[in-house]
T-cell receptor, first 115, second 113 residues
Framework: NAGVTQTPKFRVLKTGQSMTLLCAQD?????MYWYRQDPGMGLRLIHY???????AKGEVPDGYNVSRLKKQNFLLGLESAAPSQTSVYFC??????????????FGQGTRLTVV | DAKTTQPTSMDCAEGRAANLPCNHS???????VYWYRQIHSQGPQYIIH???NNETNEMASLIITEDRKSSTLILPHATLRDTAVYYC??????????????FGTGTRLQVTL
């Protein structure tokens, strides 16, 4: 049971390049989330998904796109990277059913630098 | 979701109890209090949560005031490995939408020898 796995762990991009961050969970969770964390700040929600085939915007969605084609995977895309997107990105997942009041599990993060 | 207020930082001697306060004066009846911690840029880790009763697990205890406007996370015997940023979050779980976790800046707990 690996939990939540993020790929890659580190990446350096040039301004304007594109990339996709992959999040995979093996806990059969319905909900998945992408957060970013900048130095000295808490996590901010970028996008989230309440189930396969569905996505929704979070607090800071601009410049990012997401897809949830399979229940276990949640992809975060940057179409044209900007230096302001330099950050640490965390993926999380949790049960979505109301009666299961359970916690969210987080991946170990992807450190992205845009130069 | 209701906002929370936490002290920016706290110190605690190893072996002593660490008591981390959180104010959530605008909490609603359907909102739970969750605590997470983040150790040195790792992914946040769940600690405990509660609605109105005090809760205890192998990691910590959560004390919620009767009016639910504040709570305290207690680490009974802090160790150096408990040095981390602790986040208090209030979260509605019966909203019909994703129960998003809204993180503030948390309390940086430094455990010292």
């Amino acid at each position: 049971n690996a939990g939540v796995t993020q790929t890659p762990k580190f990446r350096v991009l040039k301004t304007g390049q594109s990339m996709t961050l992959l999040c995979a969970q093996d806990m059969n969770h319905e909900y998945m989330y992408w957060y970013r964390q900048d130095p000295g700040m808490g996590l901010r929600l970028i996008h989230y998904s309440v189930g396969e085939g569905t996505t929704a915007k979070g607090e800071v969605p601009d410049g990012y796109n997401v897809s949830r084609l399979k229940k276990q995977n949640f992809l975060l895309g940057l179409e044209s990277a900007a230096p302001s997107q330099t950050s640490v990105y965390f993926c999380a997942s949790s049960y979505g059913r109301r009666e299961l009041n359970t916690e969210a599990f987080f991946g170990q993060g992807t450190r992205l630098t845009v130069v | 979701d209701a906002k929370t207020t936490q002290p920016t930082s706290m110190d605690c001697a190893e072996g002593r109890a660490a008591n981390l306060p959180c104010n959530h004066s605008t909490i609603s009846g359907n909102e739970y209090v969750y605590w997470y911690r983040q150790i040195h840029s790792q992914g946040p880790q769940y600690i405990i949560h509660g609605l109105k009763n005090n809760e205890t697990n192998e990691m910590a205890s959560l004390i919620i005031t009767e009016d639910r406007k504040s709570s305290t996370l207690i680490l009974p015997h802090a160790t150096l490995r408990d040095t981390a940023v602790y986040y208090c979050i209030v979260r509605a779980i019966n909203t019909g939408t994703a129960s998003k976790l809204t993180f503030g800046t948390g309390t940086r707990l430094q455990v010292t020898l």
